[in-house]
């Protein structure tokens, strides 16, 4: 018995001691957390510019892999200014094919993204989750960009982007 009060003791102070040694989320990862973007010190227009072209280069780098997609604007570029920062958003781009309907391609869309991510600076995509009766889904963001993919039926890339201060005209 007295075993087993030793033990119930020491757990609890074991991991007490693991929360002070690395402090309250040290051990987190910033690039993981689901509900805060960070944002690029660049100007609103040098960040507008780096989101239309992180979209191209996705765009590109998927038409690449499947040839013959036509790709077209769904819906229309926006620029709000949200909690001090500018948020820009490019109209998204969207093909009518499912693309990732086969998981046999689900890598090939993983490494045409990790491509045109690399040459944003951004890290890779997180791996392809749902498809066949949801959405089939991957993002990444970093250096305040975010990009979004999606597929079911049709396939869609979105782009958003935060710079420091109010957006400008």
């Known amino acids: 018995m007295?075993?087993?009060?030793?033990?119930?003791?020491?757990?609890?102070?074991?991991a007490l001691a693991s929360c002070e040694a690395n402090g309250p989320g040290e051990d987190e990862d910033p690039e993981q957390d689901g509900d805060a973007m960070d944002t690029t010190r660049k100007s609103a227009e040098e960040t507008r510019e780096l989101a239309d072209a992180l979209l191209a280069d996705a765009e590109q780098a998927l038409t690449e892999v499947f040839?013959?997609?036509?790709?077209?604007?769904?819906?229309?570029?926006?620029?709000?200014?949200?909690?001090?920062?500018?948020?820009?958003?490019p109209a998204s781009r969207r093909v009518d094919t499912y693309l990732g309907r086969e998981k046999e391609d689900h890598p090939l869309i993983e490494e045409a993204l990790t491509e045109a991510l690399a040459a944003h600076g951004l890290p890779e995509?997180?791996?392809?989750?749902?498809?066949?009766?949801?959405?089939?889904t991957t993002s990444s963001r970093g250096n305040g960009l975010e990009l979004e993919f999606r597929?079911?039926?049709?396939?869609?890339?979105?782009v958003s982007a935060r710079s420091d201060g109010p957006?400008?005209?």
């Open 2 to 14: 007295r075993r087993r009060t030793l033990l119930l003791w020491f757990l609890p102070a074991v």
């Open 151 to 158: 597929s079911k039926g049709y396939a869609e890339l979105r």
């Open 67 to 89: 040839p013959g997609l036509t790709w077209v604007s769904d819906g229309e570029a926006t620029s709000t200014t949200e909690d001090g920062t500018c948020v820009y958003r």
């Open 167 to 169: 957006c400008t005209e």
């Open 125 to 136: 995509p997180e791996p392809l989750t749902g498809g066949v009766g949801g959405w089939l």
